[in-house]
C-alpha cells in the first residue's frame, strides 16, 4: 500500500472565501486573463484544514484540497485517512498526530484586510483546546497598487498602545486611530515576514504573498465592518469569546520600526549553492518551531532524498519533477503534496525553476546533495 500511495500528488485549485476582496493575481499567475477580484481572495495549498466562513452561505468542506488519485478525485484528508503512514510518516503521526501541522495559501488582496490577531499556542490551548495557534509567515510574491493606494503592511503595536487605550478605540471603532498604533511597512517582492500570534496585523490592499501557518482558523479582529462599511458578523470578531477574551489575544508589546524589523522581517540564509542551484532558508527552527519553508532555485538537476512530507509550489519558470523515472511538467503555479513515502525525486530546471518548499512542524529540511 505504501508504495501506491507514494508518489508526488499534484493538488487541484482551493479557493476560499474571506471578508475582503482580491485573487485576481492567483487566477493570472495560473496563466487565466483577464481576471477579476472576487470574494476569494485565498487559495490553499494541499490543505487539510477547513476553512471557518460564518455568516457566508455553506459549502461543503470549503478549505478542504482535492488531489486527482486512484482514478478519481478525493480529499486530501480522506488519502491521509486511508493511509496515514506513506502519507505522514510514522515519526511525524507519533508527535502530531494524521494533522499535517501546516497550512500554506496564497493570498492576493485588492483593498486591506481588516486588523486583526491571531492566538498563540497558550491562548488557542486554554480557549480553544486547540493544539494550534495561528503563528504565520509570509513570502512577498509581488505587489501592485490596490484600491488606489502603493501597497503597506500593518504590523505590530507602536511604542506605549496599553490595553486600555485599544479598547478604547475599539469600542469607538476609530479605524484611523487603530491604524495610528501599528507600524506601516512597505514589503517588497522576495521579502519574508514572520507573524507570530499575538501580534496586531493587516495585509494592506496590493500585497501577493505565499503564507504559511498553523493550521487553523482563527482570526479575531479589532475592525468590525469590511472596507466597503458593511459589518463582518460578530463571530469573526472574536470567534465567540467575546470582548473581554478578543482583547487579552493582543500583545501590548510596543515596537519601534527598528524593533519590528529585527523580529519580523526574516533574513534569508543560503543552504545550499552550486552550478546547478541554490536552497535558501526563509523560515527555520530558530525563528518558530511552527513550520519551515525553503526556497530552491533550480537551474539544472537537483536531487532531494526526503525524509518527511513536505508541499512543493513552483513560483517561476518551468522544468520536471522526476519520481520513479517518471517525469511530471511543472509550470508556473504547480502544486503538489510530496508524501513521506517519497524518498526520492529530482528537480530539473527547463532552464530554471523558482519553488518553494513548507515543511511541517519537527521536519529535517533536505538539501541537495
Ligand atoms: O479578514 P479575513 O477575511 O478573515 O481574512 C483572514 C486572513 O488574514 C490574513 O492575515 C491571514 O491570517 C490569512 O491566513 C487569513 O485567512
Known amino acids: 500500500?505504501?508504495?501506491?500511495?507514494?508518489?508526488?500528488?499534484?493538488?487541484?485549485?482551493?479557493?476560499?472565501?474571506?471578508?475582503?476582496?482580491?485573487?485576481?493575481?492567483?487566477?493570472?499567475?495560473?496563466?487565466?486573463?483577464?481576471?477579476?477580484?472576487?470574494?476569494?481572495?485565498?487559495?490553499?495549498?494541499?490543505?487539510?484544514?477547513?476553512?471557518v466562513n460564518p455568516g457566508f452561505p455553506p459549502i461543503e468542506n470549503e478549505g478542504l484540497s482535492r488531489v486527482q488519485f486512484g482514478g478519481k478525485e478525493q480529499l486530501l484528508l480522506d488519502v491521509f485517512e486511508a493511509a496515514e503512514e506513506a502519507m505522514l510518516g510514522s515519526k511525524h503521526i507519533k508527535q502530531y498526530g494524521r494533522q499535517l501541522g501546516m497550512l500554506a495559501k496564497l493570498i492576493d488582496s485588492s483593498e486591506r484586510l481588516s486588523i486583526q490577531v491571531h492566538p498563540d499556542k497558550p491562548f488557542a490551548k486554554r480557549y480553544f483546546h486547540s493544539d494550534y495557534g495561528k503563528t504565520e509567515c509570509w513570502y512577498i510574491l509581488g505587489t501592485r497598487r490596490g484600491n488606489g493606494q502603493e501597497p503597506y503592511l500593518l504590523m505590530g503595536f507602536r511604542p506605549g498602545i496599553t490595553k486600555e487605550y485599544w479598547h478604547k478605540l475599539y469600542v469607538e471603532?476609530?479605524?484611523?486611530?487603530?491604524?495610528?498604533?501599528?507600524?506601516?511597512?512597505?514589503?517588497?517582492?522576495?521579502?519574508?515576514?514572520?507573524?507570530?500570534?499575538?501580534?496586531?496585523?493587516?495585509?494592506?490592499?496590493?500585497?501577493?504573498?505565499?503564507?504559511?501557518?498553523e493550521p487553523t482558523d482563527y482570526t479575531l479582529r479589532s475592525e468590525c465592518t469590511r472596507q466597503d462599511g458593511t459589518p463582518i458578523p460578530e463571530q469573526l470578531?472574536?470567534?465567540?469569546?467575546?470582548?473581554?477574551?478578543?482583547?487579552?489575544?493582543?500583545?501590548?508589546?510596543g515596537m519601534t520600526e527598528e524593533q519590528l524589523d529585527a523580529r519580523c522581517r526574516l533574513q534569508p540564509k543560503t543552504l545550499f549553492y552550486s552550478m546547478d542551484g541554490s536552497c535558501t532558508l526563509l523560515v527555520g527552527e530558530d525563528v518558530t518551531p511552527c513550520f519551515s519553508i525553503q526556497r530552491i532555485i533550480c537551474n539544472q538537476v537537483l536531487d532531494f532524498k526526503p525524509?518527511?512530507?513536505?508541499?512543493?509550489?513552483?513560483?517561476?519558470?518551468?522544468g520536471e519533477l522526476l519520481f520513479?523515472?517518471?517525469?511530471?511538467?511543472?509550470?508556473?503555479?504547480?502544486r503538489f503534496f510530496l508524501p513521506a513515502g517519497v524518498k526520492h525525486f529530482t528537480l530539473h530546471g527547463k532552464p530554471q525553476l523558482d519553488c518553494i518548499r513548507c515543511y511541517p512542524p519537527g521536519a529535517v529540511l533536505d538539501v541537495p546533495e
Not at 178 to 202: E, Q, R, S, W, Y
Request: net charge negative; with cysteine; glycine share 12%.
Open 237 to 253: 470578531i472574536h470567534q465567540g469569546l467575546g470582548e473581554k477574551l478578543l482583547m487579552e489575544c493582543f500583545h501590548y508589546v
Open 307 to 318: 525524509t518527511g512530507a513536505s508541499i512543493l509550489v513552483v513560483l517561476e519558470g518551468e
Open 173 to 213: 471603532q476609530d479605524i484611523e486611530g487603530m491604524v495610528a498604533c501599528l507600524n506601516k511597512v512597505t514589503p517588497k517582492p522576495g521579502d519574508t515576514f514572520f507573524i507570530p500570534g499575538g501580534l496586531p496585523h493587516a495585509i494592506g490592499p496590493g500585497c501577493f504573498l505565499l503564507e504559511i501557518q
Open 324 to 334: 520513479n523515472q517518471t517525469g511530471i511538467a511543472l509550470v508556473k503555479g504547480s
Open 1 to 51: 500500500m505504501a508504495n501506491t500511495f507514494s508518489q508526488p500528488l499534484e493538488v487541484l485549485p482551493t479557493r476560499v472565501r474571506r471578508t475582503y476582496r482580491g485573487g485576481s493575481l492567483i487566477d493570472r499567475w495560473h496563466g487565466v486573463p483577464n481576471a477579476d477580484d472576487s470574494d476569494r481572495p485565498e487559495e490553499w495549498l494541499a490543505s487539510v484544514t477547513r476553512a
